[in-house]
């Protein structure tokens, strides 16, 4: 019998010749939910894997009909698929932590350089031709000396500690499971919670999963918080930052906002646009990316590979790594 697998977005192409040479036959689309519904009621996979294209109820309802069994989140958040639904169905969903975590650090601290020294805004005036030395005299505080705090403590948060250390920082942490012991071990100051953190920090950078305690945890009062002028990072999720409250602190605080990621996010089509009201706080952020995080070769043949021994290990043995809703 075929051992089917489908992913609905660019995979690879290390991970493909790892899945075909494992002998499963893939098809492999770049889908939006109306094209994934059809493929899924087509190919009939076993295996489903995606990145960012959505997965619902009624892409599980079809996928369970026939042959459906495992859906991967090629990446680390799985919030874009319905994943309580789809363990009611009996499919596992699996996710791939930490595969990608150097990638979105990497960025993170872009964005950090980014944003304190006005590269993109910089950059801009000189592709208009200007050498515009004297607008750009005094374009940013300096990193080294500051305090970093980072909210989260997973693979990505400790990899931004780490830079932030090495670029002669002082980091801050806030996660619940963040011990004395653990802090102290890694170096780190423990802040009791985010408010805490954002009192104290020169550069926010955000590392959270997106879930119910977490939903808008950098809002209004943490915004109220924040030092005046303060970098404000997040590659996380979209949702963990309220938005309007964000832009009510560039507004008044002079927040100094680097984005990837963002409540609502437009769909990853090719040439997608960000909705207006979105494009509008874009303008106001020092730098916005359209959640490119993950987006390096590295990154991509190593989560895409670990997805293809997922796939392995489902089809040998009928178990699941990373399951994320047993
Ligand atoms: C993640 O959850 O790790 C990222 O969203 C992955 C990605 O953008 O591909």
Same mark, same amino acid.
């Given at each position: 019998?075929?051992?089917?697998?489908?992913?609905?977005?660019?995979?690879?192409?290390?991970?493909?010749? *790892?899945?075909?040479?494992?002998?499963?036959?893939?098809?492999?689309?770049?889908?939006?939910?109306?094209?994934?519904? %059809?493929?899924?009621?087509?190919?009939?996979?076993?295996? @489903?894997?995606?990145?960012?294209?959505?997965?619902?109820?009624?892409?599980?309802?079809?996928?369970?009909?026939?042959? @459906?069994?495992?859906?991967?989140?090629?990446?680390?958040?799985?919030?874009?698929?319905?994943?309580?639904? &789809?363990?009611?169905?009996?499919? &596992?969903?699996?996710?791939?932590?930490?595969?990608?975590?150097? /990638?979105?650090?990497?960025?993170?601290?872009?964005?950090?350089?980014?944003?304190?020294?006005?590269?993109?805004? /910089?950059?801009?005036?000189? $592709?208009?031709?200007?050498?515009?030395?004297?607008?750009?005299?005094?374009? =940013?505080?300096?990193?080294?000396?500051?305090?970093? =705090?980072?909210?989260?403590?997973?693979?990505?948060?400790?990899?931004?500690? /780490?830079?932030?250390? &090495?670029?002669?920082?002082?980091?801050?942490?806030?996660?619940?499971?963040?011990?004395?012991?653990? &802090?102290?071990?890694?170096?780190?100051? *423990? /802040?009791?919670?985010?408010? %805490?953190?954002?009192?104290?920090?020169?550069?926010?950078?955000?590392? @959270?999963?997106?879930?119910? =305690?977490?939903?808008?945890?950098?809002? %209004?009062?943490?915004?109220?918080?924040?030092?005046?002028?303060?970098?404000?990072?997040?590659?996380?999720?979209?949702?963990?930052?309220?938005?309007?409250?964000?832009?009510?602190?560039?507004?008044? *605080?002079?927040?100094?906002?680097?984005?990837?990621?963002? %409540?609502?996010?437009? !769909?990853?089509? *090719?040439?997608?646009?960000?909705?207006?009201?979105?494009?509008?706080?874009? !303008?106001?952020?020092?730098?916005?990316?359209?959640?490119?995080?993950?987006?390096?070769?590295?990154?991509?043949?190593?989560?895409? $590979?670990?997805?293809?021994?997922?796939?392995?290990?489902?089809?040998?043995?009928?178990?699941?790594?990373?399951?994320?809703?047993?």
């Amino acid at each position: 019998m075929s051992k089917i697998v489908f992913s609905a977005d660019d995979m690879h192409p290390a991970a493909q010749a *790892k899945i075909h040479e494992l002998g499963y036959d893939l098809t492999v689309i770049n889908c939006d939910d109306e094209v994934l519904l %059809e493929n899924i009621i087509k190919i009939k996979p076993h295996v @489903l894997i995606v990145r960012s294209t959505k997965v619902l109820e009624k892409h599980i309802d079809a996928g369970v009909k026939d042959n @459906l069994k495992v859906i991967i989140r090629a990446g680390s958040g799985y919030n874009t698929i319905k994943f309580e639904y &789809a363990g009611e169905k009996g499919v &596992a969903v699996c996710n791939c932590p930490g595969k990608n975590a150097a /990638a979105v650090a990497e960025l993170a601290v872009g964005l950090m350089i980014a944003a304190d020294r006005q590269i993109p805004a /910089a950059h801009f005036a000189s $592709l208009e031709g200007k050498f515009d030395k004297k607008s750009f005299s005094k374009c =940013g505080m300096g990193i080294c000396g500051k305090t970093l =705090g980072v909210l989260g403590k997973g693979h990505i948060a400790q990899r931004v500690w /780490a830079a932030g250390k &090495a670029l002669g920082m002082k980091v801050v942490c806030c996660s619940r499971s963040l011990t004395d012991e653990l &802090a102290a071990e890694l170096g780190v100051v *423990k /802040a009791e919670n985010a408010i %805490e953190l954002a009192k104290v920090s020169d550069v926010i950078s955000v590392h @959270l999963p997106l879930k119910e =305690g977490t939903k808008h945890l950098c809002g %209004e009062e943490f915004f109220a918080a924040a030092k005046e002028g303060a970098i404000f990072i997040d590659v996380s999720r979209g949702g963990v930052t309220d938005l309007k409250a964000l832009e009510k602190a560039i507004d008044t *605080k002079g927040i100094r906002a680097a984005l990837d990621v963002y %409540e609502g996010e437009p !769909k990853p089509t *090719k040439g997608a646009m960000f909705p207006e009201d979105l494009a509008a706080l874009c !303008k106001k952020c020092i730098v916005a990316t359209p959640h490119v995080g993950a987006s390096t070769d590295e990154a991509q043949a190593t989560t895409g $590979l670990f997805c293809a021994e997922i796939t392995q290990e489902f089809f040998e043995k009928g178990t699941f790594l990373c399951q994320v809703n047993k």
